[in-house]
């Protein structure tokens, strides 16, 4: 058997036709007059027609276009030809232009109608010195359906977490209220007072969790919307940290700040960082131990301020990493005096806030040797990030 040259073979017009014969995507030729002179197999199927039925034939027309049937008109002459955006998309290339797109249609498959998701490139090509328009389109269907699915039971999650959340708070409100109350009798047993403390504890859990329960609830339904203003950022880190002095004190680790002078005005919502700053030093805390330090460094790189948290604790093994900012998840390592305490939100709620800054968020980390917990924020937001 004759061994044939990969160089040949590539160069041969066979080996090329039957490529595009074998990939998925719809792939046909225009001319300047829009209609159909060259197309693939995927599309030849995807249409469901002979060659000679295709051929010198409008791109509605082929793939029955509902304003071609409905209107019994030609692709390119009914009323709303002049809306199509693959039409405006060949057009383009005709005229020199690479245009990428989403399109959604209504067709006609076996007499009834199906909406079906596109999503194409259309380019200009050189065909025997004549200019003519590729179209390489994706069917996405079956994606665009499940994202609307995915949507749709998110809403659902959405909504229940508001209502119990909100529906549970106030209640929770009640019995921290009743345990104050019974916390200042004077006549109660020694183990009479242990079930009070156990009681407040539980309900401090409880209230936190509803509170970030909320906060994610505000946070993906687009309630809890960013005010957005110029800060100066190591006055912001200052007051963050104040927050966690007390935990630092108790136990006994030093926090040491180090802030770039190039890091001063940066347009942010204030309290929402904060947040962000305190949920990534507060769990720094919670795994160092007495003696320990943890580094909170600012410096600018390119047009982001990067901000990292830095602890010396036991770090977070490489499987865990993935999944550290999902919501409810609990690492497997937890300190033994603070093992109940976590909600599993924390980091979560830090993820959607630093996003919804245009920012990105994660960690870097040996086990054994601590993490280093990262987030950055644009210097020059969008004014798509400002309003949300």
Same mark, same amino acid.
């Given at each position: 058997?004759?061994?044939?040259?990969?160089?040949?073979?590539?160069? =041969?017009?066979?080996?090329?036709?039957?490529?595009?014969?074998?990939?998925?995507?719809?792939?046909?030729?225009?001319?300047?007059?829009?209609? *159909?002179?060259?197309?693939? !197999?995927?599309?030849?199927?995807?249409?469901?027609?002979?060659?000679?039925?295709?051929?010198?034939?409008?791109?509605?027309?082929?793939?029955?276009?509902?304003?071609?049937?409905?209107?019994?008109?030609?692709?390119?002459?009914?009323?709303?030809?002049?809306?199509?955006?693959?039409?405006?998309? #060949?057009?383009?290339?005709?005229?020199?232009?690479?245009?990428?797109?989403?399109?959604?249609?209504?067709?006609?498959?076996?007499?009834?109608?199906?909406?079906?998701?596109?999503?194409?490139?259309?380019?200009?090509?050189?065909?025997?010195?004549?200019?003519?328009?590729?179209?390489?389109?994706?069917?996405?269907?079956?994606?665009?359906?499940?994202?609307?699915?995915?949507?749709?039971?998110?809403?659902?999650?959405?909504?229940?977490?508001?209502?119990?959340?909100?529906?549970?708070?106030?209640?929770?409100?009640?019995?921290?209220?009743?345990?104050?109350?019974?916390?200042?009798?004077?006549?109660?047993?020694?183990?009479?007072?242990?079930?009070?403390?156990?009681?407040?504890?539980?309900? !401090?859990? #409880?209230?936190?969790?509803?509170?970030?329960?909320?906060?994610?609830?505000?946070?993906?339904?687009?309630?809890?919307?960013?005010?957005?203003?110029?800060?100066?950022?190591?006055?912001?880190?200052?007051?963050?940290?104040?927050?966690?002095? *007390?935990?630092?004190?108790?136990?006994?680790?030093?926090?040491?700040?180090?802030?770039?002078?190039?890091?001063?005005?940066?347009?942010?919502?204030?309290?929402?960082?904060?947040?962000?700053?305190?949920?990534?030093?507060?769990?720094?805390?919670?795994?160092?131990?007495?003696?320990?330090?943890?580094?909170?460094?600012?410096?600018?790189?390119?047009?982001?301020?990067?901000?990292?948290?830095?602890?010396?604790?036991?770090?977070?093994?490489?499987?865990?990493? !993935?999944?550290?900012?999902?919501?409810?998840?609990?690492?497997?390592?937890?300190?033994?005096?603070?093992?109940?305490? =976590?909600?599993?939100?924390?980091?979560?709620?830090?993820?959607?806030?630093?996003?919804?800054?245009?920012?990105?968020?994660?960690?870097?980390?040996?086990?054994?040797?601590?993490?280093?917990?990262?987030?950055?924020?644009?210097?020059?937001?969008?004014?798509?990030?400002?309003?949300?």
């Amino acid at each position: 058997m004759k061994t044939v040259e990969l160089k040949e073979l590539k160069e =041969s017009k066979d080996f090329l036709n039957d490529v595009i014969d074998h990939v998925n995507e719809l792939i046909f030729v225009v001319d300047q007059s829009l209609k *159909i002179k060259r197309f693939n !197999e995927a599309f030849q199927m995807y249409a469901n027609e002979k060659d000679q039925r295709i051929y010198e034939e409008y791109f509605g027309n082929v793939i029955s276009c509902e304003n071609v049937v409905v209107q019994q008109q030609n692709c390119t002459t009914t009323e709303r030809c002049n809306m199509c955006i693959f039409r405006k998309s #060949m057009v383009e290339a005709l005229k020199g232009k690479t245009v990428k797109n989403k399109a959604s249609r209504i067709l006609f498959r076996d007499g009834k109608e199906v909406k079906r998701h596109f999503q194409f490139t259309a380019k200009p090509i050189e065909y025997r010195g004549e200019r003519m328009g590729l179209l390489i389109i994706d069917d996405v269907t079956e994606l665009e359906e499940q994202k609307q699915k995915l949507k749709q039971l998110n809403e659902i999650k959405n909504r229940f977490l508001g209502t119990v959340a909100h529906d549970l708070k106030n209640p929770i409100g009640a019995i921290q209220s009743l345990v104050y109350v019974l916390s200042e009798e004077n006549n109660l047993k020694q183990e009479q007072i242990s079930y009070v403390d156990e009681i407040y504890r539980t309900s !401090e859990y #409880m209230m936190r969790l509803v509170e970030d329960l909320l906060d994610i609830y505000k946070i993906e339904t687009g309630k809890d919307k960013l005010q957005m203003e110029s800060q100066d950022y190591e006055e912001v880190l200052k007051e963050a940290l104040r927050y966690n002095e *007390i935990a630092a004190k108790n136990r006994e680790v030093l926090i040491l700040p180090e802030v770039s002078t190039e890091c001063r005005e940066v347009l942010i919502d204030r309290n929402k960082i904060i947040q962000v700053i305190g949920n990534l030093v507060g769990n720094s805390l919670k795994f160092s131990t007495a003696g320990q330090k943890v580094a909170l460094r600012v410096y600018r790189k390119n047009e982001e301020l990067i901000t990292e948290v830095r602890d010396q604790g036991p770090g977070i093994k490489p499987e865990e990493q !993935e999944y550290i900012f999902e919501e409810f998840y609990k690492g497997k390592v937890q300190p033994e005096d603070l093992v109940d305490s =976590s909600t599993g939100l924390g980091l979560a709620i830090s993820k959607k806030i630093v996003e919804a800054h245009g920012g990105t968020i994660g960690v870097h980390s040996q086990w054994g040797k601590g993490a280093c917990f990262y987030f950055t924020l644009p210097l020059h937001p969008s004014k798509k990030t400002i309003s949300k």
